[in-house]
Nanobody, 125 residues
Framework: QVQLVESGGGLVQAGGSLRLSCAAS????????LGWFRQAPGKEREFVAA?????????SYTDSVKGRFTISRDNAKNTGNLQMNSLKFEDTAVYYC?????????????????WGQGIQVTVSS
C-alpha cells in the first residue's frame, strides 16, 4: 500500500517555473514506477511523465512537455519531483502523482494502482 501527497502547485505566469513534489508513504518505494498525469477542465486525464523503478532512472515524457519538464526521484526520501520550466497556458491542469509496482513502461492510467489527490497548476497568459 502506498499513499501519495502532491505539493508545490500554484499560480505562475507563462514562461515561469514550478516544481511539483510527491511524497510517498509505505514500503519499498524504489520498486514503484512514479508517474505524473494531468487533467485540464473539460478534458480527460493525460499522461505527462514517468520515471521507472530500479536504479537506472529510465524516464518517459509526453511530447508536449519534452525539453521543458524533468521528472526525478529520491528513493532515500520517498519523494518524486516534476520540474516544470517554460510553462505555457495549456499546462494549466490538476496534476496527479501516481505509483505502479514493478511496471515499465507505464504511460496509461490503468498501469497505476495508487494516486494522489491532485494539485492545481494554473499558468496565466
Amino acid at each position: 500500500q502506498v499513499q501519495l501527497v502532491e505539493s508545490g502547485g500554484g499560480l505562475v505566469q507563462a514562461g515561469g517555473s514550478l516544481r511539483l513534489s510527491c511524497a510517498a508513504s509505505g514500503r519499498d518505494f524504489s520498486t514503484y514506477t512514479l508517474g505524473w498525469f494531468r487533467q485540464a477542465p473539460g478534458k480527460e486525464r493525460e499522461f505527462v511523465a514517468a520515471i521507472g523503478w530500479g536504479a537506472d532512472d529510465i524516464s518517459s515524457y509526453t511530447d508536449s512537455v519534452k525539453g521543458r519538464f524533468t521528472i526525478s526521484r529520491d528513493n532515500a526520501k520517498n519523494t518524486g519531483n516534476l520540474q516544470m520550466n517554460s510553462l505555457k497556458f495549456e499546462d494549466t491542469a490538476v496534476y496527479y502523482c501516481a505509483a505502479a509496482l514493478l511496471v515499465w513502461p507505464a504511460m496509461h492510467e490503468n498501469d497505476y494502482a495508487y494516486w494522489g489527490q491532485g494539485i492545481q497548476v494554473t499558468v496565466s497568459s
